[in-house]
């Protein structure tokens, strides 16, 4: 696995962060030393897909960068015809993720597509998984994109959120700030490092706090919205289409 060190040296003007080329070769290690609990959260999904997934039916992978969760719930998922639908806007990503994906699933059971989320067609969908992806949409397109999803779920069907929070609270705000800094710090990445990061995912990655997600979710109409997991400021909820 390739190293990530791509805000080590001083940029002098940092750029709004994207999934690039060089982001793409360092992307496993990045998220592992970035997201507190990455690992156990695309462990839990494929043991959640396989409580939810149907026959006949569909998993969409949403902003599967290189495949991880579609990887996980492979694995894990025992049900007839079923068939993994991968998408990512960047092609440094799908490039990637269909190669990997190749050496480990028949090739009919599954597609990669370069495409914005917010423009497939999502039909027969048994599980969908946003996997850290929904915060990277615009603030006011997020709505939409839970109502398509909720649109193409089967009944009892379900989604798979993951996203970084943000805390209504200052004091909760800071202190979880200031431990997921302490997580990167002991992952090895300096104070520039952090720092340069942080400015490029200002206006990029735009957190929500998890009264908004629940709130939206219901909005959308799921009816069982549940927490399964939270490691500092970084968690997964699970909403599931009545
Ligand atoms: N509008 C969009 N349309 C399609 N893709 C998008 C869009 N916006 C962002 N992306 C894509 O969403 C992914 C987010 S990373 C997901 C990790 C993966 N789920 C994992 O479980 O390893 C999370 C992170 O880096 O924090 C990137 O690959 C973007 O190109
Ligand atoms: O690094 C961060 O602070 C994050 O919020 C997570 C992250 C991980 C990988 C790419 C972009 C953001």
């Known amino acids: 696995m390739q190293r990530d060190s791509i ?19 360092v992307f496993p290690d990045m998220i592992r030393r970035s997201v ?10 494929g043991v959640i897909a396989r409580r939810y997934a149907q026959p006949h039916s569909r998993i969409y992978d949403l902003g599967c960068s290189l495949g991880a969760s579609t990887l996980s719930m492979a694995a894990q998922v025992r049900v007839e015809d079923l068939s993994f639908v991968c998408v990512d806007n960047s092609a440094a990503m ?13 090739s009919g059971q599954f597609q ?14 048994s599980v969908v998984v946003l996997n850290f992806t929904l915060q990277f949409l615009k603030p006011d397109e997020r709505l ?33 700030t200031d431990i997921h800094l ?39 109409g799921f009816t069982q919205v549940v927490n399964w997991f939270q490691g500092l400021n970084f968690a997964s909820l699970l909403a599931v289409k009545a």
């Not at 805000?7 to 070769?25: I, R, S, W």
């Not at 507190?36 to 999904?45: K, R, S």
């Not at 909720?150 to 200052?170: C, N, R, T």
């Open 7 to 25: 805000y080590a040296l001083p940029q002098g003007q940092v750029v709004d962060f994207a999934f690039n080329e060089a982001v793409a070769d």
């Open 36 to 45: 507190p609990g990455y690992e156990t959260i695309i462990a839990l999904l």
């Open 94 to 106: 799908t490039r990637r993720c269909e190669q990997i994906l190749q050496r480990h699933l028949p």
């Open 112 to 125: 990669v597509e370069c495409a914005d989320i917010q423009a497939i067609a999502l039909n027969n969908a």
């Open 144 to 176: 939409a994109m839970l109502r398509h999803i909720y649109e193409g779920l089967l009944p009892g069907g379900v989604l798979i959120l993951s996203e970084k929070l943000q805390f209504a609270d200052a004091a909760e705000q800071a202190l979880l």
């Open 182 to 220: 302490e997580f990167k710090r002991a992952n090895g990445y300096s104070e520039l490092e952090i720092s340069q990061k942080r400015s490029a995912l200002d206006h990029v990655l735009i957190p929500d706090t998890f009264a908004q997600h629940v709130e939206r979710l219901e909005a959308a």
